[in-house]
Every structure is written in C-alpha cells, then in structure tokens.
Nanobody
Framework: QVELVESDGGLAQAGGSLRLSCVASGRYVRTYCMGWFRQAPGKEREFVTSIKWDGSSTKYSDDVKGRFTISRENTMNAATAYLEMTALKPEDTAVYYC????????????????WGQGTQITVSS
C-alpha cells in the first residue's frame, strides 16, 4: 500500500477550472497506477480517471473525457498525480478521492487498495 495526500479542493463557477494534486509515498509507489474517483451526495463512488505507473497511458470516464486531464510525476520514492479540470459543470460537484492500484485499467473502487482523505469540489451554476 501507499500513502496518499490530496490537495485542498475548491469552488468554481460553471465553465471554470480547478486543479487537484495527490502525493503518493511508499516503498513501491512507482509501481502503482493512480486514479481519481468522486462521490456526490447520495450516489456511489464513481471512477473519473487513472494513469499508468509510468504515465504512458490514461483512462477517462465518458463524463469527463475531453474536459479533465490526469498527469503524474515520479521521483525516487514518491509520485504526484494531478487532475486538471476544465469546463466544469455543476454535476461535477462531489468529494474527489485519489487512489492507487496495482491493476492498470481498473475502474471499480474495490480494485484500488489505497485512498486519499477526499477533497470537496463544488461547481456553482
């Protein structure tokens, strides 16, 4: 497992942009894929995007494709994942979670074994 620490969330107007970051630390952090999930009130946690351990591949949900971009930077014992969110919509409002998994391409929360604390993103109309 790795430890994940997310940046603070924020508030944006519809059409605006926000950026999240997630620092992952641990012995084998560079072998983990990193992803972002979100959970709106009364809804299940849903997959947003993920990136392969070396940054060579990315995956997006249909809801965010073309609007959100995931990237990552690897150092010797840590990795930082970024989530650039543009053209935000009120329906993007949710708690966003950073997660790590050994499985590339996984979209089910159960496939991720490390989680960040969650951070609130609110988009006003």
């Amino acid at each position: 497992q790795v430890e994940l620490v997310e940046s603070d969330g924020g508030l944006a107007q519809a059409g605006g942009s926000l950026r999240l970051s997630c620092v992952a630390s641990g012995r084998y952090v560079r072998t983990y894929c990193m992803g972002w999930f979100r959970q709106a009130p009364g809804k299940e946690r849903e997959f947003v995007t993920s990136i392969k351990w070396d940054g060579s591949s990315t995956k997006y949900s249909d809801d965010v494709k073309g609007r959100f971009t995931i990237s990552r930077e690897n150092t010797m014992n840590a990795a930082t994942a970024y989530l650039e969110m543009t053209a935000l919509k009120p329906e993007d409002t949710a708690v966003y979670y950073c997660a790590a998994s050994k499985i590339w391409g996984a979209t089910a929360p159960s496939s991720y074994d490390s989680w960040g604390q969650g951070t609130q993103i609110t988009v006003s109309s």
